[in-house]
């Protein structure tokens, strides 16, 4: 039970925005969603994680729906290093965490 | 800085044998976390630690699975009577608390292949 729902799988041309969609219909109230993002044979990498509010870092910016129970991870400009799996999970800390399959993103050159 | 370091890198055994993974959290970090990731598949959450004590170890898959944390730092995970279906990436994660909104760090992981 992944608790999220993501695309299995999205492309983006270079340079061109990415909106990673993420569900989350059932999450608590107190419940953070937090997205990583895995390369290529390295450990999952921490993106960005928020509660109710939008939120902007260097990686990326969340956006998070109204009744919180969808998100969107969004990279302004991707780059061919940005190819990668993303995923989404809602929770964490001392709460376990369930990844899912996450979304595998192409970039096209 | 240093980030989270987990030896070894692979580690190749023979079916029935016992194996040690080991993991260095970044300095300062309480919570210490275990993953289990099978090809194609998201991080499997085996256990976690805050400080020296296991608070959830419900994702262990059976008693031949084992962890510890004796000084509240490295950690060890065992397991013992290795089977092939234990081959994956063991991946360590460290984070400052075990509050909601701290981040976890992933060590880059140690590959078991079990012969």
């Known amino acids: 039970d992944a608790k999220t729902t993501q695309p299995n799988s999205m492309e983006s041309n270079e340079e061109e925005p990415v909106h990673l969609p993420c569900n989350h219909s059932t999450i608590s109230g107190t419940d953070y969603i937090h997205w990583y993002r895995q390369l290529p044979s390295q450990g999952p990498e921490y993106v960005i994680h928020g509660l109710t509010s939008n939120v902007n870092n260097r990686m990326a910016s969340l956006a998070i729906a109204e009744d919180r129970k969808s998100s969107t991870l969004i990279l302004h400009r991707a780059t061919l290093r940005d190819a990668a799996v993303y995923y989404c999970i809602r929770g964490g800390g001392y709460q376990k965490v369930t990844f899912g399959i996450g979304t595998k993103l192409q970039v096209i050159p | 800085g240093a980030g989270v370091s987990q030896t070894p890198s692979n580690k190749v055994t023979e079916k029935g044998k016992y194996v040690e993974l080991r993991c260095d959290p970044i300095s300062g970090h309480t919570a210490l976390y275990w993953y289990r990731q099978s090809l194609g598949q998201g991080p499997e959450f085996l256990i976690y630690f805050q400080g020296t004590g296991a608070a959830d170890d419900s994702g262990l898959p059976n008693d031949r699975f084992f962890a510890v944390r004796p000084e509240g730092s490295v950690s060890t995970l065992k397991i013992q009577r290795t089977e092939r279906g234990d081959s994956a990436v063991y991946l360590c994660?460290?984070?400052?608390?075990?509050?909601?909104?701290?981040?976890?760090?992933f060590g880059p992981g140690t590959r078991l292949t079990v012969l």
């Open positions: 994660a460290s984070s400052l608390g075990d509050r909601g909104y701290n981040e976890q760090f």
